[in-house]
């Protein structure tokens, strides 16, 4: 567990309290033309285009972050809402991970190189809004190129100051200021008596704070028409799925720290037909006993580095150095595993605000099964392992 002094606790009703530092100049954001149907996916409620051009195209209304089927397009027609939730053992159990349409598990607070880094749970979500996601903690400087394609509102603790500088600079993609202390009286935020703990006579709030997703909604004030594109490349019918071919993947293996240690990891249900989710500890289980799973899991390996990042990508080693993966305007290697089978690629990334683009090994492009993602994001050389 991180000491107290490293975190930024909540204390008392103070709120967020940490090593404060000095925000850096912030550029101004890269702007660029959102992606099209024809580079990263259709309008809301459709899919991409086949790659091959006289191939016809899908024109299935779906859901843009689960790929399923939509009814009606008006349902998907609302914002986007992401939550940071903490994801040390001592923060267990979580809640509301099993209504997330994608969740992202990124750095929490140390260096991959001196072995102690912990992981953070980004759940986003949109088809469904969980009525209570906790616990909840801060945002960090990926979040703007994981969420900026999707556009959304965070709900978080806060941030140390350079981060809430750097994420105001992407407001033409993301509603970062609604957090627990500038969201008093409306209902976004809540604290669980039951989670407060009180170290050396004063109470702690950093396991207690919980997020109310329908209510965080209703602070937006834009974004509410929903995302206007597929975040992933979903398949249109269940033979295009890539993983059709794949090797076999019953269990995956995800390490976090040095010597490929700390590993979350996955097994495939053939009676569910799902993954089914484990911590370094045992198995991922919710407040309500329920146990974590997923559809899809993508391990998506990207350097990390510790620093201070502007918009264009620079890194600064100074004052408080965040955890950073290096996703704008970079590549890397990627694993894809859905009905227990895996394929592997490579990603691309441009700028910011757009999403990322999947090749498979023999050149065409990935396509994903619809349904709930994991991504996982370790680093650039993590020893991903799978079993048939």
Request: proline share 8%; net charge positive.
């Amino acid at each position: 567990m991180e000491p107290v002094s490293r975190r930024a606790a909540l204390v008392g009703t103070a709120g967020v309290v940490g090593a404060v530092v000095v925000g850096c100049a912030v550029d101004k954001p890269q702007q660029s033309t959102p992606p099209t149907a024809a580079g990263t996916g259709a309008a809301p409620g459709t899919t991409q285009p086949s790659a091959t051009p006289t191939a016809p195209v899908d024109t299935t209304p779906r859901w843009p972050l689960t790929g399923k089927p939509l009814d009606n397009p008006d349902d998907a027609k609302k914002v986007v809402v992401v939550v940071k939730v903490p994801d040390n053992k001592g923060e267990h159990p979580q809640a509301g991970l099993n209504d997330a349409d994608i969740v992202y598990v990124q750095m929490d607070g140390y260096p991959a190189v001196v072995g102690k880094t912990s992981t953070r749970l980004v759940p986003v979500f949109h088809t469904t809004y969980a009525e209570k996601v906790a616990p909840v903690r801060s945002m960090r400087p990926v979040d703007a190129p994981m969420l900026s394609p999707m556009t959304a509102i965070i709900g978080s603790t806060g941030a140390y100051t350079w981060v809430l500088k750097y994420l105001a600079a992407f407001k033409d993609y993301l509603i970062s200021t609604k957090q627990y202390m500038t969201t008093k009286g409306t209902g976004a935020f809540s604290i669980d008596p039951k989670r407060v703990r009180t170290l050396n006579g004063r109470k702690y709030y950093d396991r207690a704070v919980a997020c109310h997703p329908a209510k965080l909604a209703k602070l937006a004030t834009k974004f509410t028409d929903g995302p206007q594109q597929n975040y992933l490349p979903w398949a249109a019918s269940d033979d295009e799925v890539s993983t059709n071919n794949g090797k076999p993947a019953t269990t995956i293996t995800v390490p976090w720290k040095k010597g490929d240690t700390y590993s979350m990891s996955y097994s495939w249900s053939a009676k569910d037909k799902r993954y089914l989710r484990s911590m370094p500890w045992g198995k991922h289980i919710l407040e309500d006993g329920e146990r974590v799973w997923c559809d899809n899991v993508l391990v998506i390996r990207a350097k990390q580095v510790f620093g201070k990042i502007n918009t264009s990508g620079k890194i600064w080693f100074t004052g408080h150095l965040e955890p950073i993966h290096e996703i704008i305007n970079a590549t890397g290697t990627f694993y894809y595993a859905a009905d227990g089978k895996y394929v592997q690629g490579t990603w691309t990334k441009g700028a910011v605000n757009e999403v990322f683009q999947f090749t498979l090994e023999d050149g065409t492009p990935l396509k994903m099964a619809p349904g709930r993602t994991f991504i996982e994001l370790p680093n650039l050389n993590a020893n991903v392992r799978f079993k048939g």
